[in-house]
């Protein structure tokens, strides 16, 4: 019908239904071909941002955007919202005749990567906001890394600290686990206070954010490997029990010598007090003078 309309409105320009056709169909498979290298792209997109995220491991709080963009991409292709003709979308043309099925398997590593780290719980659902918990965990995490930078010459902060960044520096001084000991053990509690809140068995790191996960435990290195702060703090368990322990003896012997003195100043009145009468005013003396 289209083909015959098109003849009658333009009879002197050579056409046949078949060529509509062909042209149809090249515009529908052209469309295919713009979006499936617009899906290469955005894949590519999100596994760069995955592989320069991974250490430190900030692929969370680092790669929604291209995350989100992806998901919505293959969303769309799935479910044929890109270029239909003939009653055939791009899925059937892309997806089906992929034998290796490379799309599906790109798209799906880079989903289990996401889930592995369990981002999800970084966000607020259905939302590209961070929860309150781990604002507050990153707030708390800024102020430990700023207190440990001033005792170091290593580079400490959110998207540049991890074991590899700080393994290499050797100047760390201890005296931050005194200056700094409030401030790690608060963000320690509170780290500690989310595994139980947020505690699910079934969920990959226990239902933690992966970012929070990798933060507290580059920081618990920290603490414990550069710092030293652990040695430090079982050498005063150690001395502290030592000074009780000698506070103690001495307390005891100052009361038992204490006790001993007085008693024995007693007895020696006692021996004044008797002296004479050992000495010339025996029993007889006083029996002869009670006569």
Known sequence: MIGWTLYMLFPFIPFSWGHFVDMYENVGISKCAMFKNKFANVTAQTALCFIKSSQPLRICSSCKPEYTYLKDQYDALIKGLVGVYQNTNCAENLLQSDATSSIHDLYDALCIEWSSNNCDSCYSLGTNNFTANFMKFLNMSTMVMDCFSLY??????????????????????????????????????????????????????????????????????????????????????LVTPIFVILGFVLMFYCLVSTYFHNRVRTVFYKQRRLRPLDEGNGPSTLLETMK
Do not use: H
């Open 152 to 237: 170091t010459n290593a580079s400490l902060d959110y998207f540049n600290t991890s074991f590899e960044t700080i393994w290499d520096f050797d100047t760390f001084n201890e005296t931050a686990c005194s200056q700094c000991s409030t401030l790690y053990k608060g963000l320690n509690d509170y780290y500690n206070d989310l595994q139980e809140l947020e505690s699910d068995p079934n969920k990959p790191l226990g239902g933690l954010c992966g970012d929070m996960v990798d933060i507290m435990n580059t920081t618990r290195f920290l603490w414990s490997l550069k710092f030293n702060c652990d040695s430090v703090q079982a050498q005063m368990i």
